[in-house]
């Protein structure tokens, strides 16, 4: 039975959510209060801070985003929460390294990279995904998200990027696939950014466009901060094609064995 995804209500991460209540094809279901993916928490009103904390028993934030987008734009200290830095991504394939003092900021400095193109855009988002899964860096990365998970001892665990849908995105695919959720309520899930973000990226098109009168850089914007279904069935062809199923890709490159998988579901499955 399909679940509806429900963003967590924040004043200022509009890409926040308990993915509790998602029903495993067993018919268990993720707990609530546990595992939480999201957008970068840079602008977390106080309130907002409250209700992760107070409501939501938040005790570990896994920061997803490179040095360079940290270090625009950093998490804010929460009181009892442990901060982990576990980049999924080099800086270099993101094209948003600080090899260079500039004032641009993260995405401006992709958007030029990207230029006029109409097709950079997709192609980018394309190469991205593609390396998520393949590259060997990505994956020892997402295989430490995986042991993060496992070693929790209590309260919830928040994982996130920048728009909250690429990175953080795919490390719910992973996690969801292993708790046994079924495909469609895990790629209602992924789409879902698209409704959640649409106010801040109707925004950031705005000043783009004010700021170079360029429409087509402003689209891109569209492209970068949402996703397409195409991008997640790319994610599942490669573990398919290339492992023989999910399964296997999660037990060869995630680590997750018979024991692990136990754990992980005794954790967080109810």
Known sequence: MMQEVKRIPLKGVHNTRDLGGYTAADGSRIKHCCLIRSGE???LTKEDKEVLTRDYGLATVVDFRTEAERYERPDPKLDGVNYIVNPILHEKVLGITREKKT???AVGRVLKQLGGNEAAGAEYMKNIYSSLLTDSY????????FDILLNQEKGAVLWHCTAGKDRAGTGAVLLLSALGIPREQIVADYMKVNEFAAEGIDKMMNKVFQR???????????TLFTVQEGYINTLF???EEGYG???RYLQEEMGLNGDGLITLKDKYLQ
Do not use: N
């Open 103 to 105: 004032d641009e900021d």
């Open 237 to 239: 062809k490669i573990m």
């Open 212 to 222: 170079t009168g360029d429409k087509r850089l402003a689209e891109h914007i569209h």
């Open 138 to 145: 990505c994956k020892k990365q997402y295989a430490s998200f």
């Open 41 to 43: 928490l840079f602008d």
């Open 245 to 247: 199923s999910v399964w």
